[in-house]
């Protein structure tokens, strides 16, 4: 069945970088949008960034434009978060979604998610 497992989670000072995998199954990964989305304690579910199908299009949250980067790798079926100068604001579980359809920062518009990995930033 489809499935998101999202991995690179951690602990990083600030200032630091981590990258973080998502990695696909069971669906045509190839032909879903797919999203970063993050929950800090307390705090509802926010964008983080998305990638469409064929790459030539992303969308970032104002809060990481400029210090995170998403791609995808479609012979590993894995999408990717490459974060850079890492402030302690930016933690919380991170999760990856999918969407049959376009670019889109709302989070009821992805029909599929993993399970989060936590990334925490100490100051």
């Known amino acids: 069945q489809p499935q998101l497992v999202e991995s690179g989670g951690g602990l990083v000072q600030s200032g630091g970088s981590l990258r973080l995998s998502c990695e696909a199954s069971?669906?045509?990964?190839?032909?879903?949008?797919l999203g970063w989305f993050r929950q800090a304690p307390g705090k509802d579910r926010s964008f983080v960034a998305s990638?469409?199908?064929?790459?030539?299009?992303?969308l970032y949250s104002d809060s990481v434009k400029a210090r995170f980067t998403i791609s995808r790798d479609h012979a590993k079926n894995t999408m990717y978060l490459q974060m850079n100068r890492l402030t302690p604001e930016d933690t919380g579980v991170y999760y990856c979604?999918?969407?049959?359809?376009?670019?889109?920062?709302?989070?009821?518009?992805?029909?599929?998610w993993g399970q989060g990995t936590q990334v925490t930033v100490s100051s």
């Open positions: 069971g669906f045509t990964f190839s032909t879903f949008t």
């Open positions: 979604a999918a969407r049959n359809g376009g670019l889109s920062s709302n989070t009821e518009a992805y029909d599929l």
């Open positions: 990638i469409n199908r064929n790459d030539a299009n992303t």
